[in-house]
């Protein structure tokens, strides 16, 4: 952030719903197998959403530990990075702000699809900076299975549910925890590669959905995952030569856990050694906005990362959408 306030990391925290998956679990109803799906994606299991539970229930969960986390009840405003919201209208961020008992704060939703968290970063530091609020909590949430046509093999073994937040005040920009230059791009030339075809204004204009399978989300994976490569490193790349970091400088990368693949070819590439890359896709797979927090909170918790640690963190995802930023990790407690 130039010449304003930063957003500090003050709090952390994650929720995974208790519905655990395995591959085999998956085998029993798709063609796909344990190995093809951990040899191609790095995934063992992951957690879902149980019948009648929304990405509220997931958002309110990890906000309760992140705000737990900050020591802290109370936020100047939420934003919630989703592309699972409980309904197209309103917005979800209101009524998980109503539910944490935060009164009636600015809540909002960010469309980011897999870059939320990213999104939702540069989101908060602008909210801190024009000093809409103090502090912001920042939510990433999603309940990617209730989109994804569970009778597609390509798209059911890959993504999962879940939710991380973080608690962002305002500080200054030589903190530890503050968030370092942001990099951010889209491109929608390439929208077509991830999407939901039906249920916006494009399809209700022109009548009933006729395609029952256009209501789940598509990707086309093998050229989504070339993007995701090229562009979570040149963002990386970016975000480190804005913060003044080497690549050498870097104590740990968190990517967004999209294949386990792409997250040693984007090491690779970097430069960064495997034992600084932080993952957990093999526990929860591909949670969407979630994965980065999800991630930071895992990681927090068991110890991979400690206050101190030179943090780059990237993400790529629909749009198409992507970013980076760095930080050094606080001395915060995940919950
Ligand atoms: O989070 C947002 C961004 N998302 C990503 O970055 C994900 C990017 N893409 C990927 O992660 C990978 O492309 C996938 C995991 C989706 C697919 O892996 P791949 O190595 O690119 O496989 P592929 O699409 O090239 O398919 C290889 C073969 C195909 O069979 P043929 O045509 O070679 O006979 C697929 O039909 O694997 C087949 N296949 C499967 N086989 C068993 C595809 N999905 C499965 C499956 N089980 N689940």
Redo the contacts with the bound molecule.
């Keep these: 952030m130039s010449g304003g306030r930063a957003a500090v990391v003050a709090g952390i925290g994650a929720y995974t719903p208790p519905g655990l998956v395995t591959n085999d679990d998956l085998a029993q109803r798709l063609?796909?197998?344990d190995a093809?799906?951990r040899s191609?994606?790095g995934i063992a299991e992951r957690y879902v959403v149980a019948p009648g539970t929304a990405t509220s229930d997931l958002a309110v969960e990890a906000g309760l530990r992140a705000l737990k986390s900050a020591g802290d009840e109370h936020v100047g405003a939420v934003v919630l990075a989703t592309t699972t919201p409980d309904q197209p209208c309103p917005a979800t961020a209101p009524q998980v702000a109503a539910r944490l008992g935060l009164g009636q704060v600015p809540a909002f939703d960010v469309a980011a699809v897999?870059s939320g968290f990213l999104y939702g970063l540069a989101t908060a530091s602008g909210l801190l900076a024009a000093g809409v609020a103090d502090s912001v909590l920042l939510i990433a949430a999603d309940a990617f299975t209730t989109i994804v046509n569970p009778e597609d093999?390509?798209t059911a073994?890959?993504f999962a549910d879940g939710a991380g937040a973080v608690v962002l005040r305002a500080g200054s920009a030589g903190e530890p925890g503050a968030v370092g230059p942001l990099v951010l791009g889209s491109d929608g030339e390439l929208s077509h590669l991830?999407e939901v075809p039906a249920g916006g204004s494009r399809q209700r204009s022109s009548g009933p959905v006729t395609d029952p399978e256009d209501q789940y989300f598509r990707?086309l994976?093998?050229d989504?995952?070339r993007h995701?490569v090229e562009r979570m490193t040149g963002a990386s790349q970016q975000a480190a030569q804005l913060a003044g970091w080497s690549i050498g400088d870097v104590d740990r990368f968190a990517a967004?856990q999209?294949?386990a693949r792409?997250l040693d070819s984007v090491s690779e590439r970097l430069g960064v050694p495997a034992e600084r890359q932080l993952t957990n896709i093999a526990r929860v797979g591909?949670t969407g906005a979630a994965s980065i927090p999800l991630l930071l909170s895992q990681a927090a918790a068991d110890g991979r990362l400690t206050a101190g640690h030179r943090v780059l963190l990237t993400a790529?995802?629909g749009g198409l959408s992507w970013g980076a930023t760095t930080l050094v990790w606080p001395d915060v407690q995940s919950v």
């Design positions: 063609d796909t197998s093809w799906i191609r994606t897999c093999r390509t073994v890959i991830i990707m994976g093998r989504t995952y995701a967004h999209a294949n792409i591909n790529f995802g």
